[in-house]
């Protein structure tokens, strides 16, 4: 799992492209490891919620 890898993810799960499933195989982690990610990165952002529409 990069920062990259990671970014990528969260900004395709963000913009609905992906699921938080599919970011999280594509990141290489599991969604629980992602969601811990996306609060390291941005502490406000809760990734284990749908996306505002």
Do not use: F, K, W
């Not at 920062?3 to 599919?22: F, G, M, P, W």
């Amino acid at each position: 799992m990069t920062s990259h890898s990671v970014t990528t993810a969260l900004t395709l799960y963000r913009s609905r492209t992906i699921t938080l499933e599919q970011a999280a195989t594509a990141s290489g982690c599991t969604p629980e490891q992602l969601r811990a990610s996306a609060r390291a990165v941005v502490p406000n952002a809760d990734a284990g919620t749908e996306p505002a529409n």
